[in-house]
């Protein structure tokens, strides 16, 4: 079975390492505070200036005035910092971030990412994320594995306009767990619980690679 929302992030949560420092992008990302695991203390970051970001706020208990880049509602925990945007992006840009968490519309089997724009449409709140895929050694992209019309969004190359290039490490879909290789590929590390091989490599544009058996995601 296919994982919605919640089981990309509560993934992704499990590469969490104690004492880290982690931009959350917009969309999925922003989940990922909601299942950090036991015995580890990480520190959220978004890139409008807030350290400290708390769980998803629950719908009816949201503050207006508390938002993400991407305007999105937010919580705060106690002891979160608010800065303006030039110490936010010292921190981006001085690599003080140890772990990067976007959302995608295309990745390639080379690593790049088109998350900022679609010719014609407007996108709301690229944020920082030029910046970001510039600056972070470790970026993780969560996403669906294929669009509203059931199109692959990991190919071979990108057909909207790059954000970055040669930059993502590792996708987490609602189908699998894939590293990205640097001689180029999606390397296929886990599956949903109940999704085949074959159904992933179907729904995989691009070069996918695999060893033998591919064990399921523990969730």
């Known amino acids: ?3 919605d929302k919640n089981g990309i992030a509560r993934r992704i949560a499990q590469e969490l390492r104690d004492g ?3 931009n959350l992008g917009i969309g999925i990302p922003t989940l990922v505070a909601n299942h950090i695991p036991n015995g580890i203390d990480v520190e959220f ?3 409008n200036g807030i350290l400290g970001m708390g769980p998803f706020p629950i719908e009816g208990e949201e503050d207006a005035d508390l938002i993400n880049a991407g305007k999105q509602t937010i919580t705060s925990l106690p002891g979160a910092v608010f800065f303006d945007s030039s110490l936010s992006f010292s921190m981006i840009r001085g690599q003080h971030v140890q772990l990067t968490v976007l959302g995608a519309m295309e990745v390639s089997e080379k690593g790049d990412i088109a998350n900022w724009k679609i010719p014609g449409k407007m996108v709301k709140g690229m944020g920082g994320a030029m910046d970001l895929v510039a600056s972070a ?3 993780i992209v969560a996403m669906m594995h294929t669009n509203k019309k059931g199109e692959s969004k990991l190919l071979s190359n990108c057909s909207l306009p790059l954000t970055g290039v040669n930059c993502v490490k590792k996708v987490v879909t609602n189908l699998a767990v894939l590293d990205i290789l640097p001689e180029e590929g999606f390397q296929l590390i886990e599956r949903a619980p109940g999704v085949t091989v074959d159904e992933i490599i179907k ?4 070069k996918i690679i ?3 058996e591919v064990p399921e995601m523990n969730l």
């Open 137 to 139: 050694d470790n970026i």
């Open 45 to 47: 970051q978004s890139e």
């Open 20 to 22: 880290w420092y982690v």
């Open 210 to 212: 695999f060893d033998g």
């Open 203 to 206: 729904a995989t544009e691009g």
């Open 1 to 3: 079975m296919a994982l």
